[in-house]
């Protein structure tokens, strides 16, 4: 746990990672409370799961430990058992996380499948990680195509159907008895599919120390969670690393209650609504739903939340959208920054005056991160290099699944490599500037979209913008930007023009976008990333 002591410098300091010998996700984020405070809210629903008229139902720590003993019983009678694969396709609801605890309880491994995922995508899951169970809903089983072979288990939650038990029938079969724990800390416990951004996704497999650093990294960019009356909601998946491990499971560890997203496609409207209506204290919001949120005309007027902290991750959100929370949510966005293989580890904190337009933050208490050239040696300030972090660290994976040529050349001596570069002021801020497929070279220079991305959102016209290198017989490329235009906005010369005479007034001559294309929509990975390599492709 994060010592709640002195400056950033003092946390470095003081920061040892101590781990216990014995060491579980489900008894750290559920049981361990369920003993001490059974009644404790650790989730808020709507009863009817959709957005309106439905009341809203609290879930105890004790009621969640009971479910998901219940159904770990039930899995093994089925056969499930340590090491087992079992893959969860659920929206945020309370089975979904009674599934995780279940699995875990078992030592099997849990894998999260996202619910906007089609048919290939799962059914690449399914056979890669091997599974030997899926738990899922209607629409879950209406997405599988084929069953792949070893898929011996299927668990509905809405009722028993051809080829798929019922969820409520099995945990009614389970003893409510609690199992001890069975594993340490380096055992897999779950595996989270990479997002897919620069190719086919790969399985992170992570053992149940994984959680322990995000527990203080999620406390160190919520001002120090937990405070009274925090209470936690993401509108991400919590198939993802950033629902799961950044938000629902962090925050149920320090007794925090989740509220439960409500089904349904993101609208920042119904957003806003929510943190009011379900008195949400403390949000995970990843950039591009912020920039989605970002077209609400004052919203903290119209809708009277009261926000404590805001965390965002898994894209760079850029001064603009930094400052626009700071005015529109009236809190500093604490941005974060990991993988999904190694996260988190740079991030800031307001209450520690660790917070920087622009910068994506320092190195959470905890990591050694720095920002190293190709032969391992770290960079002088200002230097552009690759983010690296210093093994060992609780908070890295075990390994690519069944992926170990992958798994080798993730490494780089005592660094583990994130083919993301940076660069960090005199002060540690590291400022992202893109990952390095993405990186521009243009007439002898290296240019990160990051920042072009940034100054182009300052544009009153733009709502998203995504920066990619054009092939170019002169240059090598030339710098082209695809933006999609806010409401009320017709593309044409004249705002063609405009933007770049604007961008020429904030970056290097270089570094206008000699290109401008308007789109209707970007390719986004479903955990809301832009897919630049697709925009490459197109030209
Ligand atoms: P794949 O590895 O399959 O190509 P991916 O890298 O997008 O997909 P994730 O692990 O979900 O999969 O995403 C991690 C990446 O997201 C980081 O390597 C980085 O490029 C980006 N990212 C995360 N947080 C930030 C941030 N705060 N600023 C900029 N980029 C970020
Ligand atoms: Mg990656």
Redesign the pocket.
């Known amino acids: 746990m994060l010592p709640r002591i002195g400056d950033y410098d003092g946390l470095v300091r003081a920061f040892r990672w101590r781990l216990p010998d014995r060491y579980n996700i489900a008894h750290h984020a559920c049981d361990a409370w369920a003993a001490r405070a059974p009644t404790r809210p650790a989730l808020y629903h709507r009863e009817n799961g959709l957005r309106e008229n439905g009341a809203w139902r609290a879930v105890s720590y004790g009621a969640l430990a009971a479910l998901s003993n219940r159904l770990a019983h039930a899995l093994a009678a089925k056969g499930i058992a340590s090491g087992d694969r079992v893959a969860i396709l659920l929206p945020q609801s309370v089975e979904v996380l009674a599934s995780h605890f279940a699995v875990y309880k078992l030592g099997a491994i849990a894998v999260p499948l996202a619910g906007a995922f089609g048919f290939e995508a799962i059914a690449y899951r399914l056979r890669d990680s091997g599974a030997r169970a899926l738990i899922t809903d209607d629409e879950g089983l209406a997405k599988l195509a084929d069953r792949p072979e070893g898929l011996g288990l299927v668990v509905c939650v809405d009722g028993a159907r051809p080829g798929a038990e019922s969820f409520s029938e099995l945990v009614a079969a389970g003893r409510d008895r609690s199992l001890p724990v069975v594993s340490s800390p380096d055992d897999p416990a779950l595996m989270i599919?990479?997002?897919?951004?620069?190719?086919?996704?790969?399985g992170?497999l992570h053992g149940h120390r994984v959680l322990l650093p995000h527990v203080s990294g999620v406390s160190f960019t919520h001002d120090f969670f937990p405070q009274p009356e925090d209470r936690m909601w993401t509108p991400s998946d919590w198939a993802?690393?950033g629902g799961l491990l950044n938000t629902v499971l962090p925050a149920l560890a320090l007794g925090v209650p989740v509220v439960v997203q409500p089904k349904g496609r993101f609208d920042p409207e119904a957003a806003f609504a929510l943190l009011a209506e379900a008195r949400v204290r403390n949000v995970f919001i990843p950039?591009t739903a912020l920039k989605m949120m970002r077209a609400v005309e004052r919203p903290k007027e119209r809708f009277g939340f009261d926000l404590r902290t805001v965390g965002?991750?898994?894209?760079?959100?850029g001064a603009e959208t930094f400052e626009w929370g700071r005015a529109a949510l009236g809190v500093a966005v604490n941005?974060?920054?990991?993988?999904?293989?190694c996260?988190?580890v740079?991030g800031s904190n307001a209450a520690l005056g660790v917070a920087r337009a622009g910068a994506?933050g320092k190195a959470v208490p905890g990591h050694g991160v720095a920002v190293i050239d190709a032969d391992g040696n770290p960079c002088p300030p200002g230097v552009m290099g690759q983010i690296a972090v210093r093994r060992p660290d609780p908070v890295m994976f075990l390994n690519y699944w069944n992926k170990p040529e992958a798994t080798a050349s993730k490494y780089l001596g005592e660094w583990l490599v994130?083919?993301?570069l940076a660069r960090m002021d005199e002060d540690g801020y590291f400022h992202?500037l893109g990952?390095d497929d993405d990186i521009i070279t243009s007439a002898g220079y290296r240019i990160g979209p990051?920042e072009i991305e940034d100054v182009l959102l300052r544009h009153p016209s733009v709502q998203i913008a995504a920066v990619v290198g054009k092939p170019d017989v002169l240059r090598t490329e030339i710098v082209k930007a695809f933006l999609v235009l806010r409401p009320g906005f017709e593309p044409s010369e004249e705002l063609v023009a405009d933007i770049q005479a604007f961008v020429r007034t904030q970056l290097a001559a270089y570094e206008y976008p000699r290109e401008i294309a308007f789109v209707d929509e970007m390719p986004m990975?479903t955990?809301g990333?832009v897919i630049r390599r697709l925009l490459r492709d197109r030209e």
Do not use: C, M
Not at 312 to 317: C, F, K, Q, S
């Open positions: 599919y990479t997002s897919g951004t620069t190719g086919q996704p790969k992170a993802w690393a950039p965002t991750a898994g894209e760079a959100l941005e974060f920054y990991g993988q999904t293989e996260n988190y740079i994506t994130t083919g993301d992202f990952r990051a990975t955990t990333k």
